[in-house]
T-cell receptor
Protein backbone atom coordinates (compact mmCIF):
# COMPACT_ATOMS: atom_id res chain seq x y z
CA UNK A 1 0.00 0.00 0.00
CA UNK A 2 0.90 3.65 -0.16
CA UNK A 3 0.69 4.19 3.58
CA UNK A 4 2.04 2.44 6.63
CA UNK A 5 -0.83 0.51 8.15
CA UNK A 6 -1.00 -0.31 11.84
CA UNK A 7 -3.51 -2.53 13.61
CA UNK A 8 -5.29 -2.37 15.89
CA UNK A 9 -5.90 1.33 16.46
CA UNK A 10 -6.57 0.78 20.14
CA UNK A 11 -5.69 -2.12 22.40
CA UNK A 12 -6.67 -2.53 26.02
CA UNK A 13 -5.02 -5.14 28.19
CA UNK A 14 -5.07 -6.04 31.83
CA UNK A 15 -1.74 -6.02 33.59
CA UNK A 16 0.04 -9.29 32.91
CA UNK A 17 -1.74 -9.98 29.64
CA UNK A 18 -0.03 -10.25 26.26
CA UNK A 19 -0.29 -7.51 23.64
CA UNK A 20 0.50 -7.90 19.95
CA UNK A 21 0.69 -5.01 17.52
CA UNK A 22 0.97 -5.21 13.75
CA UNK A 23 2.55 -3.03 11.06
CA UNK A 24 2.37 -3.30 7.29
CA UNK A 25 5.08 -1.12 5.72
CA UNK A 26 4.67 0.72 2.45
CA UNK A 27 5.10 -1.65 -0.48
CA UNK A 28 8.71 -1.67 -1.61
CA UNK A 29 10.06 -0.38 1.70
CA UNK A 30 12.54 -2.79 3.22
CA UNK A 31 13.30 -0.93 6.46
CA UNK A 32 10.85 -0.95 9.36
CA UNK A 33 11.23 1.01 12.61
CA UNK A 34 9.24 0.83 15.85
CA UNK A 35 8.94 3.77 18.24
CA UNK A 36 7.14 4.17 21.54
CA UNK A 37 5.50 7.49 22.46
CA UNK A 38 4.60 7.97 26.09
CA UNK A 39 2.40 10.84 27.30
CA UNK A 40 2.16 12.67 23.94
CA UNK A 41 5.89 13.25 23.74
CA UNK A 42 9.04 11.29 24.52
CA UNK A 43 9.41 9.26 21.34
CA UNK A 44 11.67 6.32 22.06
CA UNK A 45 13.26 4.14 19.39
CA UNK A 46 12.71 0.44 20.03
CA UNK A 47 13.93 -1.66 17.12
CA UNK A 48 14.46 -1.66 13.36
CA UNK A 49 14.47 -4.30 10.65
CA UNK A 50 16.01 -4.64 7.23
CA UNK A 51 13.57 -7.01 5.58
CA UNK A 52 13.22 -9.88 8.07
CA UNK A 53 16.55 -9.21 9.78
CA UNK A 54 16.96 -7.21 12.96
CA UNK A 55 18.96 -4.11 12.06
CA UNK A 56 19.19 -2.26 15.33
CA UNK A 57 17.65 -3.46 18.61
CA UNK A 58 19.44 -1.12 20.98
CA UNK A 59 16.17 0.39 22.20
CA UNK A 60 14.31 -2.81 22.95
CA UNK A 61 13.69 -3.64 26.59
CA UNK A 62 15.56 -6.83 27.42
CA UNK A 63 12.54 -8.55 28.87
CA UNK A 64 8.95 -8.96 27.71
CA UNK A 65 9.34 -7.19 24.34
CA UNK A 66 9.92 -9.01 21.06
CA UNK A 67 9.44 -8.17 17.40
CA UNK A 68 9.44 -9.92 14.04
CA UNK A 69 9.23 -9.09 10.36
CA UNK A 70 8.53 -12.26 8.40
CA UNK A 71 8.24 -12.50 4.61
CA UNK A 72 4.76 -11.86 3.22
CA UNK A 73 3.38 -10.98 6.66
CA UNK A 74 2.89 -7.77 8.61
CA UNK A 75 5.65 -6.98 11.09
CA UNK A 76 4.69 -7.49 14.71
CA UNK A 77 5.65 -6.14 18.12
CA UNK A 78 4.70 -8.32 21.05
CA UNK A 79 4.72 -7.49 24.73
CA UNK A 80 4.49 -10.41 27.13
CA UNK A 81 3.03 -9.78 30.57
CA UNK A 82 2.20 -6.11 30.03
CA UNK A 83 2.83 -3.57 32.77
CA UNK A 84 1.14 -0.24 33.46
CA UNK A 85 4.25 1.57 32.21
CA UNK A 86 3.82 -0.03 28.77
CA UNK A 87 0.79 2.20 28.17
CA UNK A 88 1.79 4.31 25.18
CA UNK A 89 1.23 4.87 21.49
CA UNK A 90 3.42 2.58 19.40
CA UNK A 91 4.40 3.90 16.00
CA UNK A 92 5.76 1.99 13.07
CA UNK A 93 7.70 3.67 10.26
CA UNK A 94 9.09 2.35 7.01
CA UNK A 95 11.77 3.49 4.60
CA UNK A 96 12.88 2.74 1.08
CA UNK A 97 16.26 1.04 0.61
CA UNK A 98 17.79 4.04 -1.12
CA UNK A 99 16.36 6.52 1.35
CA UNK A 100 17.08 4.86 4.65
CA UNK A 101 20.42 6.55 5.01
CA UNK A 102 18.64 9.88 4.95
CA UNK A 103 16.05 8.55 7.38
CA UNK A 104 13.14 9.34 5.11
CA UNK A 105 10.82 7.42 7.38
CA UNK A 106 7.10 7.32 6.78
CA UNK A 107 5.06 6.87 9.93
CA UNK A 108 1.87 4.95 10.49
CA UNK A 109 -1.04 6.31 12.58
CA UNK A 110 0.03 4.34 15.64
CA UNK A 111 -1.54 1.81 18.01
CA UNK A 112 -2.65 3.12 21.40
CA UNK A 113 -2.00 0.50 24.07
CA UNK A 114 -3.71 0.98 27.40
CA UNK A 115 -2.74 -1.35 30.23
CA UNK A 116 -5.19 -1.41 33.13
CA UNK B 1 25.63 9.97 22.27
CA UNK B 2 23.18 12.15 20.44
CA UNK B 3 20.46 14.26 21.95
CA UNK B 4 17.98 16.96 21.02
CA UNK B 5 16.63 19.78 23.15
CA UNK B 6 13.59 21.75 22.13
CA UNK B 7 13.36 25.02 24.02
CA UNK B 8 9.79 25.79 24.97
CA UNK B 9 7.27 23.00 25.34
CA UNK B 10 4.51 25.40 24.35
CA UNK B 11 4.60 28.28 21.86
CA UNK B 12 1.66 30.56 21.18
CA UNK B 13 1.48 32.97 18.23
CA UNK B 14 -1.19 35.01 16.55
CA UNK B 15 -2.38 34.13 13.09
CA UNK B 16 -0.11 35.86 10.58
CA UNK B 17 2.78 36.20 13.02
CA UNK B 18 6.22 34.66 12.71
CA UNK B 19 6.62 31.11 13.97
CA UNK B 20 9.95 30.21 15.61
CA UNK B 21 10.44 26.80 17.18
CA UNK B 22 13.85 26.17 18.68
CA UNK B 23 15.93 23.03 18.46
CA UNK B 24 19.47 22.43 19.66
CA UNK B 25 21.29 19.18 19.14
CA UNK B 26 24.29 17.35 20.46
CA UNK B 27 26.17 14.93 18.25
CA UNK B 28 29.71 13.59 18.15
CA UNK B 29 29.45 12.96 14.41
CA UNK B 30 27.93 15.04 11.61
CA UNK B 31 24.21 14.80 12.14
CA UNK B 32 21.17 14.51 10.01
CA UNK B 33 18.40 16.72 11.39
CA UNK B 34 14.66 16.60 10.92
CA UNK B 35 11.49 18.40 11.82
CA UNK B 36 8.27 16.42 12.07
CA UNK B 37 4.71 17.57 12.73
CA UNK B 38 2.07 15.56 14.55
CA UNK B 39 -1.59 16.44 14.34
CA UNK B 40 -3.93 15.08 17.02
CA UNK B 41 -4.31 11.31 16.95
CA UNK B 42 -2.09 10.99 13.90
CA UNK B 43 1.41 9.80 13.12
CA UNK B 44 4.37 11.98 12.28
CA UNK B 45 4.71 13.84 9.02
CA UNK B 46 8.10 15.00 7.80
CA UNK B 47 8.31 18.78 7.37
CA UNK B 48 11.93 19.04 6.30
CA UNK B 49 15.37 17.52 6.72
CA UNK B 50 19.01 18.54 6.74
CA UNK B 51 21.38 15.95 5.28
CA UNK B 52 24.61 17.96 4.87
CA UNK B 53 23.69 19.78 1.67
CA UNK B 54 22.38 23.35 1.87
CA UNK B 55 22.26 24.74 5.40
CA UNK B 56 18.97 26.53 4.75
CA UNK B 57 16.34 23.91 4.19
CA UNK B 58 12.88 24.56 2.85
CA UNK B 59 10.06 22.20 3.66
CA UNK B 60 6.38 21.78 3.17
CA UNK B 61 3.65 24.21 4.21
CA UNK B 62 5.99 27.20 4.06
CA UNK B 63 8.33 26.04 6.83
CA UNK B 64 12.09 26.32 6.69
CA UNK B 65 15.01 25.66 9.01
CA UNK B 66 18.63 26.71 9.12
CA UNK B 67 21.44 24.41 10.23
CA UNK B 68 23.99 26.37 12.27
CA UNK B 69 26.90 24.19 13.24
CA UNK B 70 28.55 26.86 15.40
CA UNK B 71 25.38 27.14 17.48
CA UNK B 72 24.42 23.44 17.19
CA UNK B 73 20.97 24.63 16.27
CA UNK B 74 18.28 23.78 13.74
CA UNK B 75 15.43 26.19 14.45
CA UNK B 76 12.17 25.95 12.52
CA UNK B 77 10.55 29.09 11.16
CA UNK B 78 7.54 30.17 9.16
CA UNK B 79 6.98 33.82 8.23
CA UNK B 80 3.22 33.82 8.75
CA UNK B 81 1.32 31.38 10.96
CA UNK B 82 -1.92 29.84 9.83
CA UNK B 83 -4.56 28.32 12.04
CA UNK B 84 -3.90 24.95 10.44
CA UNK B 85 -0.31 25.04 11.75
CA UNK B 86 -1.52 24.30 15.27
CA UNK B 87 0.03 20.95 16.12
CA UNK B 88 2.88 19.24 17.95
CA UNK B 89 6.34 19.69 16.41
CA UNK B 90 9.27 17.38 16.95
CA UNK B 91 12.92 17.92 16.14
CA UNK B 92 14.97 14.77 15.60
CA UNK B 93 18.58 13.83 14.98
CA UNK B 94 20.34 10.81 13.58
CA UNK B 95 23.86 9.93 12.68
CA UNK B 96 25.27 10.25 9.21
CA UNK B 97 27.80 8.04 7.51
CA UNK B 98 28.84 4.52 8.43
CA UNK B 99 27.61 4.81 12.01
CA UNK B 100 24.05 5.50 10.92
CA UNK B 101 21.59 2.78 11.85
CA UNK B 102 18.58 4.84 10.90
CA UNK B 103 17.14 5.40 14.33
CA UNK B 104 15.85 8.85 15.14
CA UNK B 105 16.44 10.56 18.47
CA UNK B 106 13.57 12.95 19.17
CA UNK B 107 13.27 16.09 21.21
CA UNK B 108 10.51 16.51 23.75
CA UNK B 109 8.21 18.26 21.33
CA UNK B 110 6.75 21.77 21.14
CA UNK B 111 3.04 22.45 21.04
CA UNK B 112 2.26 25.30 18.67
CA UNK B 113 -0.93 27.21 19.40
CA UNK B 114 -2.19 29.71 16.81
CA UNK B 115 -4.62 32.34 18.04
CA UNK B 116 -7.04 34.08 15.70
Amino acid sequence: GEEVAQTPKHLVRGEGQKAKLYCAPIKGHSYVFWYQQVLKNEFKFLISFQNENVFDETGMPKERFSAKCLPNSPCSLEIQATKLEDSAVYFCASSQPQEWDYNEQFFGPGTRLTVL
Amino acid sequence: AQSVTQLGSHVSVSEGALVLLRCNYSSSVPPYLFWYVQYPNQGLQLLLKYTSAATLVKGINGFEAEFKKSETSFHLTKPSAHMSDAAEYFCAVSRSGSSNTGKLIFGQGTTLQVKP
